[in-house]
């Protein structure tokens, strides 16, 4: 009797464990700054992030503010332990030179399933 309940103590962790299984999403870095460029120039960073769950991360969305900043991302689900990215790119042609902060909004199937990473710098008109 004792054998039976300690193996069925041992299987009900297992499926606690297995539904406490998520993916985590942890970014290198959250900000990056392309400081001064001319505004007719683009300008594109890409930032990595590590899947730091048990459980495989999908990157369902990432988006921005406004039209001016485009973000791509890694389609392919990323394993426990392995890297993925979050390419964005900021186009200021159709915007006033000066200072600017924008958010992309990275939504997953993590735990933190909506994480804020920013670009900012500041354009100039060109010479």
Do not use: W
């Amino acid at each position: 009797m004792k054998k039976v309940l300690f193996l069925f103590s041992i299987l009900l962790a297992a499926v606690f464990q297995s539904l406490n299984a998520q993916a985590v999403i942890k970014f290198d870095k959250t900000t990056h700054n392309f400081g001064t460029f001319s505004i007719s120039k683009p300008q594109t960073v890409t930032f990595s992030f590590t899947n730091t769950g048990d459980k495989p991360l999908v990157i369902q969305q990432a988006f921005s503010s406004c039209g001016c900043t485009v973000a791509d991302f890694t389609k392919q689900p990323i394993e426990p332990g392995k890297k993925g990215e979050v390419k964005v790119t900021y186009d200021g042609k159709n915007t006033y030179a000066g200072p600017f902060k924008k958010p992309v909004t990275v939504r997953s199937n993590a735990s933190n399933s909506l994480v804020r990473i920013y670009i900012e710098g500041t354009t100039q008109e060109d010479k």
